[in-house]
């Protein structure tokens, strides 16, 4: 089956200084790969995703890459805020309706 | 937007009982939903595939015996922890793709169990 691992596992950064996140696939066939966040007891929220036919995808503060040959992807995070100190993981997929296996998870703290 | 809605939030119970976990789209048909377990500070653990109609697809390590999951109607998925320990206290959560909206994954709330 898929196997995800998530490097760093805690990540501090100062304010407004930026934030990466790694993870690595095994399973060439993933082709999905959604990131979450999620604050403690609660549902993990979708924050950017991306498909394998695609290398790179942005949204504001949020970029996502992906290195298909390599199989990892990157979550990168700009200009945080504290309010972005979380548990961030990532995720790989068959598809977008299929089940995930997600990474270890990165508790990010950002500091004011 | 489509929401995804799990019962209990909260649950205590007594070693050696049953507990069942509820997960309902509310507002799409979900042939299929996904039940994960977390354990605190931990990630989420994909523990089986629901399928409306048929058995569950179980991942390896996985007892299908303690985690029953009946997958009653299109919009209905239960877990029941059969006989269960304080080593299966943990967050519970299922997922459900809504096929109206490109299959985007839906997140329940949740449910905590805590056995004692």
């Known amino acids: 089956g898929e196997n995800v691992e998530q490097h760093p596992s805690t990540l501090s950064v100062q304010e407004g200084d930026s934030a990466v996140i790694k993870c690595t696939y095994s399973?060439?066939?993933?082709?999905?790969f959604p990131w979450y966040k999620q604050e403690l007891g609660k549902r993990p929220q979708l924050i950017i995703d991306?498909?394998?036919?695609?290398g790179e995808k942005k949204d504001q503060r949020i970029a996502v890459t992906l290195n298909k040959t390599a199989k990892h992807f990157s979550l990168h995070i700009t200009e945080t805020q504290p309010e972005d100190s979380a548990v961030y993981f990532c995720?790989?997929?068959?598809?977008?309706?299929?089940?995930?296996?997600f990474g270890t998870g990165t508790s990010l703290t950002v500091i004011p | 937007g489509a929401v995804v809605s799990q019962h209990p939030s909260w649950v205590i119970c007594k070693s050696g009982t049953s507990v069942k976990i509820e997960c309902r789209s509310l507002?799409?048909?979900?042939?299929?939903m996904f039940w994960y377990r977390q354990f605190p500070k931990q990630s989420l653990m994909l523990m089986a595939t629901?399928?409306?109609?048929?058995?569950?697809?179980?991942e390896q390590g996985v007892e299908k015996d303690k985690f029953l999951i009946n997958h009653a109607s299109l919009t209905l998925s239960t877990l029941t922890v059969t006989s269960a320990h304080p080593e299966d206290s943990s967050f519970y959560i299922c997922?459900?793709?809504?096929?109206?909206?490109?299959?985007?994954?839906?997140f329940g709330e949740g449910s905590w169990l805590t056995v004692v």
């Open positions: 507002d799409f048909q979900a042939t299929t």
């Open positions: 997922s459900a793709p809504n096929s109206g909206t490109g299959d985007t994954i839906y």
């Open positions: 995720a790989a997929s068959l598809n977008t309706g299929n089940q995930f296996y």
């Open positions: 399973d060439s066939a993933s082709n999905y």
């Open positions: 991306i498909r394998s036919n695609v």
């Open positions: 629901s399928n409306e109609g048929s058995k569950a697809t179980y």
